[in-house]
């Protein structure tokens, strides 16, 4: 199994309050991403990270931002949380950027917003 | 833009019975195809993939042909077990960058 874990694997919190979700790799990937799995939306590609300090945008980015000062973590901000965001939260990591890549995925991080 | 449309699920089979999961997709380039699959209280893995069209993708009794001229990589098992009871992810990754696209998923619930 690839080396990923997620913090905390669960999580409720208040609106308004901030939130940040850890991705965690020992494979030394270089891309990172972050998705969050809705019913009836699969999953939406949140940010990216193609290397360290390099992020950009994905599908569903409005409300979220995202930092990477080491290769080994990927973290996920929510400034100000709010009940949209409640969801389940997944990190992938690739070893390239090329569309036949695999992407190993994180085991999730449920989180609640009231 | 890119999209993935699967069946709705949930699928439910008796084991030992022949499975199919349609999935299509619209895509702008040439994708490479994907099935994931996510067990209860887990992440998504790769079961199989398919990069290029007639591309046959295989694994753990699973297959998908990349079919381009019907867009389709439909999911296939001929003797489903128990322990295949899970959700069903169909993907796509255009070319340019390995950006997921993901469809809806589709349960499958096998029982004894």
């Known amino acids: 199994d690839a080396g990923i874990t997620q913090s905390p694997r669960h999580k409720v919190t208040e609106t308004g309050t901030p939130v940040t979700l850890r991705c965690h790799q020992t494979e030394n990937h270089r891309y990172m991403y972050w998705y969050r799995q809705d019913p009836g939306h699969g999953l939406r590609l949140i940010h990216y990270s193609y290397g360290v300090k390099d992020t950009d945008k994905g599908e569903v980015s409005d409300g979220y931002s995202v930092s990477r000062s080491k290769t080994e973590d990927f973290l996920l901000t929510l400034e100000s949380a709010t009940s949209s965001q409640t969801s389940v939260y997944f990190c992938a990591i690739s070893e390239g950027r090329a569309a036949y890549n695999e992407q190993f995925f994180g085991p999730g991080t449920r989180l609640t917003v009231l | 833009g890119n999209s993935v449309t699967q069946m709705e699920g949930p699928v439910t089979l008796s084991e030992e019975a022949f499975l199919t999961i349609n999935c299509t997709y619209t895509?702008?380039?040439?994708?490479?195809l994907f099935w994931y699959v996510q067990y209860p209280g887990e992440g998504l893995q790769l079961l199989l993939k398919?990069?290029?069209?007639?591309d046959k993708g295989s694994n753990k009794g699973f297959e998908a042909t990349y079919r381009k001229e019907t867009t389709s990589f439909h999911l296939e098992k001929g003797s489903v077990q128990v322990s295949d009871s899970a959700v069903y992810f169909c993907a796509l990754s255009d070319t340019g960058f390995q950006k997921l696209v993901f469809g809806t998923g589709t349960r499958l619930l096998v029982s004894p």
């Open positions: 895509a702008t380039g040439y994708p490479s």
């Open positions: 398919a990069t290029k069209a007639d």
